[in-house]
Nanobody, 125 residues
């Protein structure tokens, strides 16, 4: 059974930092792109960041320069380092595993086969 489990969310003041982790089990995702998405209150789910199997990254404009995605394939884990957090970053954050072996980063949720349960990030002003 494939599982993705996020952790690291919490309450932080504006300008602060959090590091999210996503641990995969049930299969290895070393050669698959991984993505981070978020859904804020009353908003649609949106793409935040993605990391390819080789470590290449891509970010939504809203987080570029503040968030950094990384991965440790030996641990089957991906990370999202979030700095300079803003109240508008408040959301449930989800990690997801891409569909294509050695594929490119996708920004659409339907391109991802497996999802975590999400972790809440709340940024106070």
């Amino acid at each position: 059974q494939v599982q993705l489990v996020e952790s690291g969310g919490g309450l932080v003041q504006a300008g602060g930092s959090l590091r999210l982790s996503c641990v995969a089990s049930g299969r290895t995702f070393s050669f698959y792109p991984m993505g981070w998405f978020r859904q804020g209150p009353g908003k649609e789910r949106e793409f935040v960041a993605g990391i390819s199997w080789s470590g290449g990254t891509y970010y939504a404009d809203s987080v570029k320069g503040r968030f950094t995605a990384s991965r440790d394939n030996a641990k089957n884990t991906v990370y999202l380092q979030m700095n300079s957090l803003k109240p508008e970053d408040t959301a449930v954050y989800y990690c997801a595993a891409g569909r294509s072996y050695m594929g490119s980063i996708k920004t659409q949720g339907h391109e991802y086969d497996y999802w975590g349960q999400g972790t809440q990030v709340t940024v106070s002003s």
